[in-house]
């Protein structure tokens, strides 16, 4: 059986306020030539399809059409589950349409799928958290472990101020819940297991949300070995394999950068190729980066105006960094935008002013214009000009 396992989607989020829906309908398009070129007959998508639990229309639009070509009018089984971004509710009200074209959507830890069709395949038998799948006379059973924070459980495991306790409870449930369902595996099937879980030891980035503060809702890697020939993981946006010699576990990362902090890396999906008591075979295969992030820094507005010219016509974000002694004036940040639109910030790198701190403790001595000016210093690292702070006095009504 021939699986595509990809995660993390996050349709209708945003960079810095600009819109990347037209990036993700490309890099989705990609995703289903590939399933299409490499006659995938199960795709998996591990959580997080939305950026939040209220997405916009044209993201909602994007993902039913994303589903019914990838479903390839039920030729394929395409199985989503809920990340901690999305709304299991929301996700799952469209399940009734969904069928027809072999689409199963699970929402919440506890889902349960509906035996029979589903496309032109067949569900033989489902339960709180597991479906036997036939398709094209291969059996497989898929263990499925939406998000499972306590809310959505329906449980609580542990006391927050006490995180060490509650990340050892968290992972003991996770354990058990997939220790119980792995009874379910069989000899004659492919054995695989989804879920959208924090894997203790992975590699994050700045665009993840974080599942609990402190870290109490992570994993340890040995609860995954549960005898799956292949565990699909989504949260995090880095590819990555959970560092466990037992389980062949793997986080497929975000199909698209997400944040600065993931421009280090490049953006995949996974082919897996399953049979029934055989180790997985796995291909890493590379997605094409449809609108890099990039960082520019250059010494001083000059420079800056001129790699944005140099980079008019590439179609890629940037953030802009300057070496300077001046704030920037909003004439020349107007030019930057015109030369370059997609520029997403204007960060001046502003040469380091020493400041007495024995004179800044004698501030209570001063009034509020001296207040002031001291406190421009700090935060600017340049002395206001004249004109800046006659306006200030002027506001303040003081000579």
Known sequence: MRILHTSDWHLGKYLENQSRLQEQESILQDIIDIA????????????????????????????????????KNGERIVLVIAGNHDNPHRLTAST???KEHGII??????????????????????GEGYLELEINGQKAVVLTLPYPSEQRLNEV?????????????????????????????????????TSHIFVMG???SDSERVLQVGGGLTVRGEKLSIGAQYIALGHLHKPQRVK?????????????QYSRSEIGYSKCVYIVDIEPGEKAKTEELLLKNRKPIEVWRCSGIQEALEICEKNQDRDVWAYLEIETDKVLNQGDIKTIKKL????????????????DNEYLESMKEKNIIELFKEFYLNQKKVEPTKDFMDLFTEIAGEE
């Open 340 to 355: 370059k639109p997609d520029i997403l910030s204007i960060v001046p790198i502003l040469e380091e002013i020493e400041i």
């Open 157 to 193: 495991l542990g006391d927050i101020d006490d995180e060490r306790q509650l990340q050892r409870n968290y992972s003991e449930k996770v354990g058990e819940i997939l220790g119980k369902l792995s009874s379910k595996f069989r000899e004659d099937t492919v054995n695989i297991a």
């Open 202 to 204: 992975g590699e994050s």
């Open 36 to 71: 299409d070129e490499r006659e995938v007959e199960l795709v998996i998508i591990a959580g997080d399809v939305y950026d939040n639990s209220n997405p916009p229309a044209k993201a909602e639009g994007l993902l039913y059409r994303t589903l019914k070509k990838l479903g």
């Open 105 to 126: 959507l699970l929402g919440n830890p506890k889902s349960k799928g509906e035996s029979g069709a589903i496309g032109k395949h067949k569900i033989l038998e489902a």
């Open 244 to 256: 466990s010699d037992k389980v062949e576990a793997i986080y497929s990362g975000s199909p698209l």
């Open 96 to 98: 009734p349409l969904a």
